[in-house]
């Protein structure tokens, strides 16, 4: 758990983006530049995305924007002990 916002969040950056690798329909993604910054005061060994089009360069990554969370999770819980089916009408994304 991660306590951002005086509120407390699942992180689960790895399981998702595996599960997105299997099913790309949880995420939105976003095409942009991406680099990483080898040197710089406050970047260095930061990726960096330009979301404003400064760098006047072609998209190099897929960035996630955006996540079907519900049914990720519920996706996740329910490979993760086995259970196939549904949890709170949240279909399993990954189900095999």
Not at 9 to 14: A, I, N, Q, Y
Not at 25 to 30: G, Y
Request: glycine share 10%.
């Amino acid at each position: 758990m991660e306590k951002r916002y005086g509120a407390r969040r699942l992180v689960m950056h790895d399981p998702l983006a595996i599960a997105a690798a299997i099913d790309p329909t949880l995420i939105v993604t976003q095409a942009v530049a991406v680099d990483v910054r080898v040197s710089g005061e406050l970047t260095s060994g930061m990726t960096v995305a330009d979301w404003r089009g400064v760098w006047k360069r072609a998209p190099n990554a897929q960035v996630a924007t955006e996540v079907d969370a519900p049914r990720f999770i519920a996706g996740f819980w329910m490979r993760w002990s086995g259970w196939r089916g549904e949890i709170g009408g949240a279909r399993c994304a990954l189900q095999s």
